[in-house]
């Protein structure tokens, strides 16, 4: 399995993405084994859920890294779970710190790493890989907490997985985790300089009208968190990649491009009209009117 290479190769680099790897099916293995840069000057954006067991996000990051000029990474919920079959069984913020460790033995830049300013075509840009969690904001209309938004999601059969296998540990709770990372990312991103745009990289949206189309509105309440949604235009986005939801898309909200850039599971994948591991092309920008994908 081939991916042609990403539409509109610059030959002096383009800042690509992608998400949603989940490289324990061999059928999005292969699509990674297959997945090539078409310049040496090319950057990859990991937008999270390359996969769960420790061994799998290794393979992933070390086979992109040796391909790509830089692979830049940001965790999904998939790699901060502790699944029982995993040797690595650290929980929590452990996790994060283990899996922090491993990019940084692999040179993949993490959320912990300085900010890299790509320079390429359509920057300068600050490329900014977040891990911000989610709180349960993204409510349903009328429901006023996070305890009865999930009363009722449980009602409804939606719980995600992340329940069982996403532990928060040293934090009370997945929310107050997630307060304390926009807290500390937002004080990071107020240190850049006041002139630099950036390109904001997180699994989950930034923004809740992506979820507005998810076949069980329930479920956002696990994508992501209502205090970032001024970040793309207070932080001078040129772009916003997230991942998560499963469904690739552009969509523009107060002039800011948001890529969601996933591949997904191989029977999400199978009914697109596009091949599969084709990354998005973030910078340079597309042309007016038209999308990151063909």
Same mark, same amino acid.
């Given at each position: ?13 383009? /800042? ?16 990674? +084994? ?8 090319? !950057? ?54 283990? /899996? ?5 033995? &692999? ?65 009370? $709770? ?31 949206? &930034?923004?809740?009208?992506? $979820? +507005? ?36 898309? /552009? ?8 890529? +969601? ?7 999400? !994948?199978?009914?697109?009209? $596009? ?20």
């Amino acid at each position: 399995m081939t991916p042609p290479p990403p539409d509109g190769p610059s030959p002096t680099g383009s /800042l690509l993405a992608v998400s949603d790897l989940h490289v324990r099916y061999a059928e999005n293995r292969a699509v990674v +084994e297959a997945l090539r840069p078409s310049s040496d000057q090319d !950057w990859l954006l990991v937008a999270g859920d390359v996969g769960e067991q420790m061994a799998d996000i290794e393979w992933a990051l070390a086979t992109l890294a040796a391909r790509f000029r830089k692979v830049v990474w940001a965790p999904g919920n998939h790699e901060l779970w502790t699944p029982p079959d995993d040797p690595v069984q650290a929980r929590g913020a452990a996790r994060y710190d283990a /899996l922090v460790r491993l990019c940084r033995d &692999l040179g993949v830049t993490s959320p912990e790493d300085p900010y890299p300013v790509w320079r390429g075509p359509g920057g300068p840009a600050a490329v900014v890989p977040l891990f911000l969690l989610y709180d349960y904001s993204f409510r349903q209309p009328g429901v006023r907490t996070a305890e009865e938004a999930l009363r009722r999601a449980d009602e409804a059969g939606v719980v995600a997985t992340d329940e069982f296998l996403l532990h928060s540990d040293p934090y009370p $709770t997945v929310a107050d985790w997630c307060r304390a990372r926009v807290l500390r990312t937002a004080e990071r991103l107020a240190a850049l300089p006041a002139d630099l745009p950036t390109v904001l990289v997180n699994h989950f949206p &930034l923004v809740r009208e992506p $979820t +507005e189309v998810l076949r069980y509105p329930e479920f956002a309440l696990w994508c992501g968190t209502e205090s970032t949604a001024d970040w793309p235009v207070r932080y001078r986005a040129a772009a916003v990649v997230y991942g998560h939801l499963h469904i690739p898309r /552009l969509i523009r909200k107060q002039g800011v491009p948001h890529h +969601e850039v996933s591949l997904g599971y191989p029977r999400e !994948w199978r009914r697109r009209s $596009t091949a599969p591991g084709r990354p998005v092309r973030i910078l340079p920008a597309a042309a007016p009117g038209t999308g990151s994908r063909p």
